[in-house]
């Protein structure tokens, strides 16, 4: 089976624009999770998706927001991107209750 | 989801077994311990999980105490490509709120 994929792997962005982060989750995996990391804070959960709705949510400015679509691929926008949103976002599934399994990571660059 | 507590970084030799240890005093009787790793730069990857019985597979060994208040990730024969920052998490099978700490960053020295 092939794992969680991610695109674009990286991308650098000016202060003040958009960005959309796309994930591919595994075959069959219903649920997708998204967290940024940073030096500085870690990795920060963002959101979980399941079957097209959002079921968690972390402390994140509304800035931040995701979806997921009926192939259960998933986006997540962010939207006025500031200097501090410089970090890996990652994203992981899981099918139903089980282990969640990470993708590589976008790496975005604000400037 | 409980919180967890792991030393910030240890040392081990190539070759020898690396202990990695996790603080879960909190945890929860429906909550597992799952262990993660991440590599410089990559995503995290699954180590292992379990409930309340060790357990092994390919990668490592997970020892949990009788009281489940702690557990200690084996490592059987630490390489320099294990080298790596190890997570330690708890969660329950509904808490998709994955909590991550610092982690363990391990060192596997030649």
């Known amino acids: 089976k092939a794992g969680v994929t991610q695109t674009p792997r990286y991308l650098i962005k000016t202060r003040g624009q958009q960005v959309t982060l796309s994930c591919s989750p595994i075959s069959g995996h219903r649920s997708v999770s998204w967290y940024q990391q940073t030096p500085g804070q870690g990795l920060q959960f963002l959101f979980e998706y399941f079957s097209e709705t959002q079921r968690n949510k972390g402390n994140f400015p509304g800035r931040f927001s995701g979806r997921q679509f009926s192939n259960s691929r998933s986006e997540m926008n962010v939207s006025t991107l500031e200097l501090g949103d410089s970090a890996l976002y990652l994203c992981?599934?899981?099918?139903?209750?089980?282990?969640?399994?990470f993708g590589p990571g976008t790496r975005l660059l604000v400037l | 989801d409980a919180k967890t507590t792991q030393p910030p970084s240890m040392d081990c030799a190539e070759g020898r077994a690396a202990n990695l240890p996790c603080n879960h005093s909190t945890i929860s009787g429906n909550e597992y311990v799952y262990w993660y790793r991440q590599i410089h730069s990559q995503g995290p990857q699954y180590i292992i999980h379990g409930l309340k019985n060790n357990e092994t597979n390919e990668m490592a060994s997970l020892i949990i105490t009788e009281d489940r208040k702690s557990s200690t990730l084996i490592l059987p024969h630490a390489t320099l490509r294990d080298t790596a920052v190890y997570y330690c998490i708890v969660r329950g099978t509904g808490g998709f709120k994955t909590i991550f700490g610092a982690g363990t960053r391990l060192f596997v020295k030649a």
């Open positions: 992981a599934s899981r099918q139903n209750q089980e282990t969640q399994y």
